[in-house]
């Protein structure tokens, strides 16, 4: 193939939890611009397609300018799984390796595209999905999986750290996936795949106005002096006064 690497932003018009989220304005600018930002900046990319099932994405495509895939309105459904988005959009454009852009993580930037990219090559893998590691106790169908209800409580900080799937970034090499899909009718963790941990704030998804609103609220006051510097009690200063003159 000729072309490497292509961007995929997916965006349905419909969603159940908070209506035309995709449009949703943070700071004046529509949800979905970020992740097409992120795209741009991280110049990893051949070519950058916004795909959707309705036409009012083209508008945003061509504010934005990268390209515009229509996929049909079936494939916009809720019931829908991303592996036919994917392979439907696959089928369409000749490309080595296609990245998932998630149009909801507005915190993901153009560095978090470049280190997943990178770590994918590295490895040389066909699949990967991106995570976050967590420190937690989990429980799956009420039995412990990272601590043991027989021994001594493990503090956080002790416990194995549980992966979670974020979908922030989201990659396939198309040669392996059309052929696990063609056999299988699903190929996302298809031949090689491993997972790669983006940071919190990259990981964080708008699903409903609750997400919105944090979001709202760190977009517009992130470049704040001390913005992500703890304040703390007055009462601190008594102990470093102490100190300093002991």
């Known amino acids: 193939m000729k072309n490497k ?7 349905r018009i419909g969603s159940k ?28 990319f051949d070519k950058i397609v916004l795909n959707s099932d309705h036409k009012i994405f083209k508008d945003i495509a061509k504010r934005y300018k990268v390209d515009f895939y229509l996929r049909n309105k079936y494939l916009g459904k809720s019931n829908i799984k991303s592996d036919d988005v994917v392979y439907d959009f696959m089928k369409s454009y000749e490309y080595e390796i296609f990245c998932w852009i998630n149009p909801i993580a507005p915190l993901q930037e153009g560095k978090d595209i470049i280190k997943t990219i990178n770590y994918f090559n590295k490895n040389k893998l066909d699949s990967l999905i991106t995570t976050e590691s967590k420190k937690v106790h989990g429980i799956i169908k009420s039995k412990p999986i990272n601590y043991n209800i027989n021994k001594k409580f493990d503090q956080t900080q002790e416990l194995d750290s549980i992966k979670l799937f974020n979908y922030t970034i989201m ?5 392996v996936f059309v052929k696990e899909y063609l056999k299988k009718n699903y190929a996302f963790f298809c031949g090689k795949f491993d997972t790669y941990d983006l940071g919190k704030d990259a990981s964080i998804i708008v699903k409903n106005s609750e997400d919105l609103r944090m979001i709202n609220y760190i977009i517009n006051n992130k470049n704040k002096p001390n913005f992500n510097k ?13 100190k300093k003159n002991t």
């Open 5 to 11: 690497i292509i961007a995929m932003i997916p965006a």
């Open 17 to 44: 939890r908070l209506k035309f989220k995709n449009l949703a304005l943070i700071n004046n600018k529509p949800l979905i611009s970020y992740a097409i930002d992120a795209a741009k900046k991280s110049k990893k």
């Open 171 to 175: 990659m396939w090499k198309k040669k």
């Open 230 to 242: 703890p304040r703390y009690d007055v009462l601190l200063n008594k102990i470093f006064y102490k």
